[in-house]
């Protein structure tokens, strides 16, 4: 890759934005924890990739990309199915859920930010964009400008994370607005949401199997 440093800082950044507002498992999970516990939870869960893909950068640039296929229609099924899970639980939750008690009760961080961790390892994208795309670029910039490569990737995840953490305060402001029965309804369209996702994820990786 040729150009300047910045020219990495910005298509680093224009990349993680794009994968920052993308729908998908993460971004889901972001909304509903700010929608159930606020904007500390839904920013914890935003910054989640900054902890899980230390796994996935350092797997997928190692291997170059070169995981079987199956291996990878694995992951994706049991990120589906964990989705599901979420999705069912969340809409169970929503029965009884109640602003005022959720509110009280926000829930402990640090399991918070193991369930997003560990939905965002489960999850195939983060995967597929190293293996496919990010790792190989990463390389060819990191090899012709030190300086660009670690523009590119800082920025990468700088717009990745914050524009999660944007659509995390923005949901949790707007809870404040709904009443106990529409926070219900709210809810049960995130879990509806959750499920739908994890069982399209899930069913589309087992046919690729």
């Known amino acids: ?6 020219d990495a800082l910005v298509l680093g950044a224009t990349l993680g934005l794009t994968a920052g507002v993308s729908p998908g498992p993460l971004l889901f999970w972001t909304i509903t924890s700010a929608l159930r516990s606020g904007a500390r939870a839904g920013i914890v869960v935003a910054c989640a990739p900054l902890v899980s893909d230390i796994v996935v950068v350092a797997t997928t640039v190692f291997l170059l990309g070169q995981l079987p296929a199956d ?5 994706g099924v049991v990120g589906g ?16 859920a109640s602003l005022r008690t959720d509110a009280d009760r926000p829930g402990p961080l640090g399991r918070t930010l193991r369930t997003a961790v560990l939905i965002n390892l489960v999850s195939p994208h983060p995967w597929v964009a190293w293996a496919t795309a990010l790792g190989p670029l990463t390389i060819a910039t990191w090899r012709t400008d030190h300086v660009g490569g670690g523009a590119l990737v800082a920025a990468f995840y700088a717009m990745l994370v ?6 995390a305060l923005l949901v949790a402001r707007g809870r404040h607005r709904l009443t106990d029965h529409g926070y219900r309804i709210t809810l049960r369209v995130s879990g509806v949401l959750l499920l739908a996702a994890g069982a399209v994820l899930a069913t589309q990786f087992a046919l690729a199997a």
Do not use: C, E, Q, Y
């Open 1 to 6: 890759m040729s150009g300047h440093w910045w």
């Open 71 to 75: 291996v990878l229609a694995l992951v």
């Open 81 to 96: 199915v964990f989705m599901v899970w979420l999705g069912v639980r969340t809409w169970l939750d929503a029965r009884t």
């Open 162 to 167: 914050g524009a999660k953490i944007v659509v």
